[in-house]
């Protein structure tokens, strides 16, 4: 028994370390916006959506990867920059430098609309890419949470079990009476199959 329930700690501990495992891998995941690339008319102003899971309002991770090439010699160099914009037309995020030049800045941002401006000369492909976090801010309540729900799922099971195994006990117990001490049953006698003077322990005496 001890065995017995040593292997149902242990298998309700590996359950703990992979549900938080998996969480922690959903809330390192990154959606990812394309805001301009190659094949695409290029639009110098876009407008970017950023929005945090259930509703929260915590500031969100996000990375911002560009490059700009050339379009008839990729080997030219030209001055380009970008600048995202908050819906005050305040700059959160920005960068300036030349083509051929692959760059990522990280930032956290609060969830809301903001806008990408891009300056660029003619002949240039721009190739922006921004990477948000959704699930970053909550990662440690779902943490929290969810070991708490495997904790309440793992003491009720237990008593379930128990109750279960009780149940079964206590029915047992019963059937286990002589029949002289069990509960008359209700219903007729030929429905039961036992005629009403079968249910007295005392028999006719047996005459020879």
Do not use: C
Not at 53 to 58: K, P
Not at 140 to 162: D, N
């Amino acid at each position: 028994m001890e065995r017995k329930r040593m292997l149902n700690i242990s298998l309700w501990v590996v359950a703990f370390l992979l549900i938080n495992i998996i969480w922690a891998n959903v809330a390192t995941n990154e959606a990812s916006k394309q805001l301009n690339d190659r094949g695409f008319e290029f639009q110098s102003e876009r407008d970017v959506s950023i929005q945090a899971v259930f509703g929260s309002d915590a500031d969100l991770p996000i990375s911002m990867t560009t490059e700009f090439v050339h379009r008839d010699d990729p080997s030219r160099e030209a001055n380009v920059s970008w600048a995202l914009l908050d819906a005050s037309n305040n700059v959160v995020a920005s960068w300036s430098g030349s083509t051929n030049e692959v760059v990522t800045i990280e930032k956290e941002v609060p969830p809301g609309e903001y806008t990408l401006n891009t300056t660029i000369g003619d002949n240039i492909i721009a190739i922006q890419t921004l990477d948000i976090a959704p699930f970053a801010p909550v990662a440690t309540l779902g943490h929290i949470l969810l070991s708490m729900l495997l904790v309440v799922v793992a003491f009720g099971e237990t008593a379930l079990r128990t109750f279960i195994a009780k149940k079964i006990e206590d029915s047992e117990i019963k059937d286990d009476k002589p029949r002289e001490f069990r509960k008359a049953r209700i219903g007729m006698p030929e429905v039961d199959g036992h005629e009403e003077m079968d249910e007295s322990p005392w028999r006719e005496p047996i005459v020879l």
